[in-house]
């Protein structure tokens, strides 16, 4: 039976790699509801060419836009606006969500998907890291599978075995753009230098939370609420090829990795074929094509947004709210060149050293924090 997708963050780079495995795997995959912010000319034509139904633009508001787009695509049911977006995946027809929605806008989404009780296929990471104490709660008897590559390889790896069985959960880090740039150049570090990965092609955020490794921090979280283990028994290094994805070391001392080269089609496919495999050619592996596996220690003084992020973490309650709404904010200003790279961890502290801690935060306190925190570091500089 042809499984129906919910895609939501259809024009990310995340929403790419999903075409790419629907376009593959026809007789298993269908989507029946897309969703982005505004990039309609993008999303329209794949509508088309995907035989999409039904569409959902949260970020367009302007009405004589709307008439147009929908004068544009009449074969098309197109809405507007995030209530659309909730409304609709609390109504629509599909079996698993998929959603790749960037950064904290995605949090609402994972909410309504889970409050219906529907599969979902989690990209989101700030869903868990802002609301992982809700979700688990909301989750019920929904499987969230998760997208996020050492998330996926993590998942893999531990199979069916009892938590009591793992050890340790070991997250592994390309180490981002800036690895092995001198600590003395970090301060003329540009917004273009940053928006480099060296092993993935991500969307704008992920990939500068890759270069100051606040991307690892949140993966952490994520990791602790989707595999219910302590942080002291989650650990993250460096292995600057990305071939391994992660690790699960088990107590009788045996190390299980997933490898393949890096192209997230493949943890996007094993969400959605899960708890199958599908015949695919997308993602092949020449193992003696690969380079040299190596492993290095993440360093405090390359990294501080990672070590602080880790802090927040055990913290809990609203404080990684606080410091992924900061470092958001930080980057939007570090893109307008506003500014240093190097200023950033400092604009996050200031924001996180002004807050008071929410023990256990409901939905409206998440988000309500999330934008005060967003505007508070913003206003840090004058525009
Ligand atoms: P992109 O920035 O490439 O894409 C973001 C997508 O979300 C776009 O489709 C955008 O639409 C849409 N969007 C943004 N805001 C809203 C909103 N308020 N409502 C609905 N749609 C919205 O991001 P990525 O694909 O890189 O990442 C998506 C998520 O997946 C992130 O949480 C990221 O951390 C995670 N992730 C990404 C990885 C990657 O390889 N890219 C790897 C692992 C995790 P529009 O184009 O119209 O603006
Ligand atoms: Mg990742």
């Known amino acids: 039976m042809v499984k129906k997708i919910a895609l939501l963050g259809a024009t990310g780079s995340i929403g790419g790699s999903c075409f790419k495995v629907v376009a593959e795997q026809r007789d298993h995959l269908s989507i029946s509801l897309a969703a982005a912010h505004s990039n309609y000319s993008k999303l329209c034509p794949l509508a088309l060419e995907f035989g999409i139904p039904t569409l959902v633009f949260t970020g367009i508001d302007d009405t004589s836009l709307q008439a147009s787009i929908r004068r544009e695509f009449p074969t098309l049911r197109i809405y507007f606006g995030k209530d659309s977006l909730l409304s609709l995946l609390l109504n629509e027809d599909y079996k698993i969500a998929l959603n790749a929605i960037g950064g904290s806008n995605g949090i609402e989404a994972t909410f309504a998907v889970l ?109 602790h609420w989707l595999f219910d283990l302590p942080y002291e028994r989650i650990d993250a290094i460096i292995h600057p090829q990305s071939i391994i994805h992660s690790m699960v070391q088990y ?115 998440i988000l309500y924090t999330n934008e005060t925190s967003y505007q508070l570091t913003l206003g840090y500089v004058s525009h």
């Open 115 to 223: 409050s219906r009780g529907k599969d979902l296929a989690l990209a989101n990471k700030e869903s868990l890291v802002m609301g992982g104490h809700l979700v688990k709660k909301l989750q019920g008897n929904a499987k969230i599978l998760p997208v996020d590559s050492e998330h996926s390889a993590i998942f893999q790896a531990l199979g069916k075995h009892p938590l009591s069985e793992v050890e340790k959960l070991i997250i592994t880090a390309s180490g981002g753009a800036f690895r092995r740039t001198p600590l003395s150049d970090f301060p003329a570090i540009t917004p273009q230098m940053a928006l480099k990965h060296p092993n993935w092609d991500m969307g704008a955020k992920v990939t500068l939370d890759s270069a100051t490794m606040f991307n690892k921090a949140l993966e952490v979280m994520e990791a």
């Open 251 to 365: 107590v009788d001392g045996s190390i299980l990795a997933q490898m393949s080269v890096p192209d997230m089609s493949l943890p996007i496919l094993y969400a959605l074929s899960f708890p199958e495999r599908w015949d695919s050619e997308i993602v092949q592996t020449d193992l003696y094509r690969l380079p040299d596996l190596s492993f290095e220690p993440i360093a405090k003084e390359r990294y501080p947004l990672f070590h602080l992020g880790l802090e927040v973490a055990r913290q809990g309650g609203i404080l990684p709210t606080v410091m992924n709404a900061a470092v958001e904010a930080a980057m939007k200003l570090f893109l307008e060149q506003k500014i240093r790279f190097t200023d950033i961890p400092s604009l996050v502290y200031r924001t996180l050293s002004q807050t008071m801690q929410i023990t256990d935060p409901d939905l409206k306190t």
